[in-house]
C-alpha cells in the first residue's frame, strides 16, 4: 500500500557529511509523521529524527547539533543530512512513514534499509 525507497547511505571518514533520502509511494492520502531510525550492529532500532506533517522535528539526543531533517510534503519525501558524522553513527538506517492511506486506514511502513559506515 505504501511503498518507501531509501538512498544515500554509504562510507565516510569521520567528521565527514552523508545525506539520505526517502521517497514515500502508493495508496497515500496524508502523511502525518516521517522519519528516520538506525540500527548498529547487534543493538535494537532505534529513533533518529522524525517530523510531523506539519514541520515539527524531534531528535534524539546524540545527533542533536549535527543532523538536520527536512521534509516536502508535496513529494512524500524526507531527507536527513548528516554532519560531523563519528563511528558510533555507523548503523543501518531505516526510513519510516505513519501514513493514512486513500482507504483511510493508519499504517507504518519502512524502507529497505541504507548502511552508513562512518571508518578512517
Known amino acids: 500500500q505504501v511503498q518507501l525507497v531509501e538512498s544515500g547511505g554509504g562510507l565516510v571518514q569521520p567528521g565527514g557529511s552523508l545525506r539520505l533520502s526517502c521517497a514515500a509511494s502508493g495508496s497515500i492520502f496524508r502523511i502525518n509523521t516521517m522519519g528516520w531510525y538506525r540500527q548498529a550492529p547487534g543493538k535494537q532500532r532505534d529513533l533518529v529524527a522524525t517530523m510531523t506533517s506539519n514541520g515539527v522535528a524531534t531528535y534524539t539526543d546524540s545527533v542533536k547539533g549535527r543532523f538536520t531533517l527536512s521534509r516536502d510534503n508535496t513529494k512524500n519525501t524526507v531527507s536527513l543530512q548528516m554532519a560531523s558524522l563519528k563511528p558510533e553513527d555507523t548503523a543501518v538506517y531505516y526510513c519510516?512513514?505513519?501514513?493514512?492511506?486513500?482507504?483511510?486506514?493508519?499504517?507504518?511502513?519502512w524502507g529497505q534499509g541504507t548502511l552508513v559506515t562512518v571508518s578512517s
Open positions: 519510516y512513514v505513519w501514513a493514512t492511506t486513500t482507504r483511510h486506514t493508519d499504517l507504518y511502513a
